[in-house]
Structures are given as C-alpha cells and as structure tokens.
C-alpha cells in the first residue's frame, strides 16, 4: 500500500532554515510528480510546491519563491523541501502528497503531516 512518511520538522526561530523530508513507499515513485502542501491553523490547505517526476521542473506558490526549494531523489524514494528565511507565517503542518492512479482513476495520498513551528 501507498505509504507516506514526512520527517524534518520541528521549532525553528525566524530566519532560520529546515529540511523535510517524505519517505515513499508501495508505488513506483520514479513516474509520479510530488507536491508539499502545508496548513496554517484555521486556514485551508495549501499548496507549496511540486516537482516532476523526473525533478526537472519545479512549481512554487508564490509566498515561498525564493525561500523554498522542492528536491526529490529517486533511488531513495524520497522528496525534499528546504526552507529558508522561516518566518511566523511559515508555521504550518506540512504533508507531501502524490496522486497515484489507481484502477485508472488518480487517487491522493497523504502523509500524516510533519508541525514546523517559527517563532523566537
């Protein structure tokens, strides 16, 4: 089955940086784009970034260009976000998420959600 495992997160001050990481398993990675979404308290969900399959493009809302930055490693199943230059505005449960066809049809998978907290 389609697991996903994020790891990273924590309590960073302001200005500071973090590394997350989502581990994938139970789908052939390598042929699927991945995403970073992150939810505020009391706001939706939203999405932060995304990388091809093949890690050669990359997307980015606009309130983390220049900060964030999307990676992925294929031979270890697994995507990255750094993010830098944390700010308050930045505390979030991040997820990472794919959309894995299934019976022809895309289906979403989440992970559990890793809590970033900037504050000083």
């Known amino acids: 089955q389609v697991q996903l495992v994020e790891s990273g997160g924590g309590l960073v001050q302001p200005g500071g940086s973090l590394r997350l990481s989502c581990a994938a398993s139970g789908f052939i990675f390598s042929s699927y784009p991945m995403t970073w979404y992150r939810q505020a308290p009391g706001k939706e969900r939203e999405l932060v970034a995304t990388?091809?399959?093949?890690?050669?493009?990359?997307n980015y809302a606009d309130s983390v260009k220049g900060r964030f930055t999307i990676s992925r490693d294929n031979a270890k199943n697994t995507v990255y976000l750094q993010i830098n230059s944390l700010t308050p505005e930045d505390t979030a449960v991040y997820y990472c998420?794919?959309?894995?066809?299934?019976?022809?049809?895309?289906?979403?998978?989440w992970g559990q959600g890793i809590q970033v907290t900037v504050s000083s």
């Open positions: 998420n794919a959309k894995v066809v299934e019976l022809f049809k895309f289906k979403d998978y």
């Open positions: 990388i091809t399959s093949a890690g050669d493009s990359t």
